[in-house]
């Protein structure tokens, strides 16, 4: 499947009952050759109604973390685990996120990213393993297949706990550390 392919099939998915209560599929944005892929749990409700994942508040916090480890956000590639904005942002559903797990392996066979990192608990317990966790775990690198994966704080936590800010100030410099160090290695 290409680009064009993927991204139709999942603006006429119809595969669960978010479809029903969306404004806006939020596909993904960015740089579809990027080494670096951030995956969140589901559109809040700006992305929501823009159609473009992190550009509420939680957005424009990722955003000053990215610019303060000088990496250009057109640089990498944003997408969620789910398509849809579950009601009210409450959690995904198991059934909701496995109708939505081939359009985000697709994404990530796509992009073929050198790392991937997992925006909070909910993207971390899915993508790296039901039995992390994020207070503990946060910052660690995990090698599945082709990728280096790790997880920070979501932005919208940070939001409610800024007491954090600072432990994802020191997991996006190790991000920035490792993307550099696998470009320098050619891996």
């Known amino acids: 499947m290409d680009w064009n392919a993927l991204e139709e099939a999942v603006q006429n998915c119809r595969n669960c009952p978010l479809c029903a ?7 993904g944005t960015g740089d579809k050759n990027a080494d670096l892929l951030f995956i969140g749990e589901a559109p809040g409700e700006q992305e929501d109604l823009t159609g473009t994942p992190f550009v509420g508040r939680a957005g424009q916090l990722l955003d000053k973390f ?8 057109e640089k990498v590639y944003i997408a969620n685990t789910l398509k849809c904005r579950p009601p009210h942002n409450r959690d995904p559903l198991p059934e909701e996120k496995e109708k939505c797990m081939p359009y985000l392996r697709e994404q990530v066979r796509l992009i073929s990213p050198r790392v991937i990192v997992c925006l909070g ?3 971390a317990t899915r993508l790296i ?3 992390f966790h994020i207070t503990k775990d946060h910052g660690k690198w995990f090698k599945k297949g082709n990728f280096w994966m790790t997880a920070v704080y979501h932005p919208a936590f940070l939001l409610r706990d800024p007491r954090k800010k600072e432990d994802m100030l ?6 920035r550390r490792k993307l550099d160090e696998l470009t320098n290695q050619g891996e």
């Open 21 to 27: 209560t969306r404004t806006n599929v939020v596909f």
């Open 66 to 73: 990215l610019f303060a480890v000088g990496i250009p956000r």
């Open 121 to 123: 608990r909910v993207s």
């Open 129 to 131: 393993g039901p039995d």
């Open 170 to 175: 020191t997991d996006m410099k190790e991000i």
